[in-house]
Structure formats: C-alpha cells, structure tokens
C-alpha cells in the first residue's frame, strides 16, 4: 500500500516562497492499493490539493471512477471538490461517504454549500447525476470493506466480526462472496474537533500492512482506550500537528488540532511504527514545519529511546510514501524544470564550506536536535585536536602546559573524522 499527501495545509491554503518543501495544498490524501477495483482512484478529504489530483488521475492514468471519504466538511477539506475535473466531465462517477451531523449529510453538503449559486456557478443539480452519496451514521458501529471485483460495501462492525471469526466470506452483492483476505478493510472513528469528524484505519489484509488518517484532531488529558486500539501497531499515522505547545497554550486550544508532544504520547502509547506531521499551519514555513518535527521526535526519544529519526516526518504535497519500509519512495521537485534549468549551474554546487550557524540549522531541520548536538560535539573536538597540533609548542610556553602533556594519538583524530565523514558525508 502506498499513500500520496496531494495537500498537507492546514485551514487555508497558502503560497509562499518559504514553502516549497512542503507545500501549500489544503488536505487531499490519495491511497494506492491493489484491494482496489482497477482504474478506480481513493481519496480521503477534498482540500485545493484535489484540484492536481484530478488532473493527474484523469489527463495522465485515464482514471474516471472515483472514491472520495470526507473527514469531515470544514471548507480546507472539501474546497477542491467544485474545482476538480471529476464533477464536470461524462464518464466520471465520484462515490462519497461522509459523516451526519444535525441531518446534514454529503448530498447536503454538496448541493446546498458546494455547488450553489451565487456562491458557484454551477448549482448540484447539472451535476448530481455524476455522484453518489453515502451519508456514515453512529461512527464507529460500520466498517467499509472494498474488494478488487466486489467493490464497496459497508458492514456493522458486529456482522463484519461474525464472519471474520466463522472464517466466512464477505457477502458483497446477491450471491457473491469474496474472502476477507483479499480486501481493504477501513475501520472509522471519531476524533476531538469542534465538528463531527472521522478518522479513517485502512488495513490491507493481503500484506498485513495498517495506515491511519487522523487529521483535525486536539489534544487531550488522557488518551482512550478507542483511540490506542484505533492507531494500534499502525505501519504509518499521518497526523495533524498544527501547533506548536507554545501557540496552543498561548491562543490555540479550542481549535481542534495537535501538538507535537501530544502526537508523540498516541504514536508511544499505540506503538505506531512511522509518523508524518500533516495539517501545517497556513503561517508556517518550511523551518517551522521542521521544528514541530524536531518537537515531536525529541517527545517520542524521552518516552523511546530506541525510535528512530527518519520514522518522524513532515508530510509534504506531492510526497509518495511505503506504508511500510522506507517511508520516501519520491519527493517532487516543487521547482518547475523550467525554473531549475534557468538556475545558473554554480548556483547548484553544494556549498561544503559554510558560515557553522547555517550548517548548524541545515542539520537540526535534516536530522534532529540529538543529532545536531552529536556534530556539534564531533566539530568542536575534531577542532580542539587540530589546534593543539598546530600550537602545542606555543601553548606550553603560554599557557604553562606540564612538560609531559602528550597530544591526542593520532588514531583518535583519524576516528573522528572517520565518523563525521560518514555520519555526514556532505
């Protein structure tokens, strides 16, 4: 299974030359799955970054049947529907399944909000007969099974456990019936967010694997029992993890989103495998985006030694992750060829040598705060030893060194440059 964040942006989307790494599309999450019927696209939430996404699944893999899941229906999260290609084109079928709330389903949503004049240009109406409805009640009592040859269909959890237990089929349509084992399996449940709003769990039975979306979510006290068995053993969580502890201490709690150390106690107390930070601050660069990564690995070091660095990670638009093993298998360019290509080639030459300050930074936002410390630590007596090799004479004379001072051995030297050069090879 793999997973591609087409927008990562929090609240509104943004553009600005401080965020090129991780973009400014509003949320838009795209699953790939051999589970899946063929030439069939998912998505999870409807965000600006919809707007790419539907010219790629369209234009470039000729891809006209579309499943959309709605977390909810804040305006960052479903904005890029009317925008897309999907809802104007023949041949294109979009099936949504969103939440309820004080009767207000996806058909609501789509044809009193989204798609009606004078707020759009195209009322639901001209293109309604594009779409299917699904409106998810008591969230967490159903479960969403799709097939490759049977399709979508939702369960109650009671039923769907029935079977799994009795080891029988699932009964996708009037006699026809597929194992378990060949399917995606989506479990749902509700998150703290000022409205009703759902976390998505995708197994997919054939390999094992477990990806979790857990977007506009706010911190708590405590941390239920439904929740840990939500996120339980998941391969990769995709996050929100819009505040820093600051901010939201300072002016953001009430608004229904995360913080790094509340992330790193889910991720420790579930024992998720790998972390992407997703919903990024609107007002956040690229920097900024880095520290509330750094935040949260240093959290999950304090409760988990043993986590490992590269399994914390901001998720940037475009991105395509393994919901297992090495989580990057590509990171786009945001830079357009054009642009590259206008860039003179010196400007293209790593710069080995440096102002310390700015590799300093460039290390802590590659590597983290531990990190940082242990090259900082390397340098200054790589540095130390050089000195007293260059002036041990004059320091004897002036800073009264003992006559029976002895430098470093020479071993000692060669090790640490052995290990910064392999450490940080550039």
Not at 109 to 128: G, H, Q, S, T
Request: aromatic share 8%.
């Amino acid at each position: 299974m793999q997973v591609k964040p087409w927008g990562t942006r929090g609240s509104t989307a943004t553009s600005r030359s401080d965020i090129l790494k991780t973009g400014g599309n509003t949320t838009c999450i795209e699953i790939f799955s051999d589970c899946l019927p063929k030439d069939t696209a998912f998505f999870i939430d409807g965000g600006t970054g919809l707007v790419p996404a539907s010219k790629n699944v369209y234009f470039d893999r000729k891809i006209k049947d579309i499943l959309l899941l709605l977390t909810h229906y804040h305006h960052d999260h479903t904005q890029g529907i009317p925008l897309s290609v999907f809802p104007f084109i023949d041949g294109c079928m979009t099936t949504v399944y969103g939440p309820i709330e004080n009767n207000i389903g996806p058909y609501k949503i789509f044809c009193d909000f989204l798609f009606r004049k004078p707020v759009f240009p195209v009322n639901f109406e001209e293109v309604a007969h594009r779409h299917k409805m699904h409106s998810l009640h008591h969230i967490g009592t159903q479960v969403m099974i799709i097939h490759p040859i049977g399709g979508t269909i939702l369960l109650s959890v009671d039923k769907y456990r029935q079977l799994e237990r009795e080891e029988r089929h699932i009964p996708f349509k009037e006699n026809e019936y597929h194992s378990v084992k060949e399917c995606l399996v989506i479990w749902m449940r509700e998150v703290s967010h000022p409205d009703k709003t759902i976390s998505f769990r995708i197994e997919e039975k054939p390999t094992g694997e477990v990806f979790v979306f857990m977007t506009d979510t706010e911190n708590t006290d405590g941390i239920s029992r439904d929740i840990i068995n939500h996120l339980f053993d998941a391969d990769l969580l995709i996050i929100d993890c819009q505040h820093s502890r600051v901010a939201y201490e300072d002016f953001a709690a009430g608004f229904g989103h995360s913080t790094p150390d509340y992330v790193a106690r889910l991720a420790h107390k579930a024992s998720v495998k790998k972390v992407a930070l997703t919903h990024h601050d609107p007002g956040a660069s690229d920097d900024d985006v880095a520290m509330r990564v750094a935040e949260c690995y240093q959290a999950l070091r304090e409760l988990d030694n043993t986590f490992k660095p590269q399994n914390v990670f901001a998720a940037c638009d475009y991105m395509l992750l393994d919901v297992s093993g090495d989580h990057v298998v590509e990171q786009n360019d945001p830079i357009p060829k054009k642009v590259a290509q206008a860039v003179p080639a010196d400007s293209k030459k790593e710069h080995v040598n440096q102002d310390p300050l700015v590799e300093i930074v460039h290390t802590y936002k590659k590597y983290g705060m531990q990190t940082t410390v242990l090259l900082c630590g390397l340098t200054t007596m790589l540095w130390a030893i050089q000195e007293l090799e260059k002036n041990i004479d004059e320091m004897r004379e002036e800073q009264g060194l003992p006559e029976d001072f002895e430098l470093p051995p020479p071993r000692l030297t060669t090790f640490v440059k052995l290990l910064l050069n392999r450490t940080f090879p550039s």
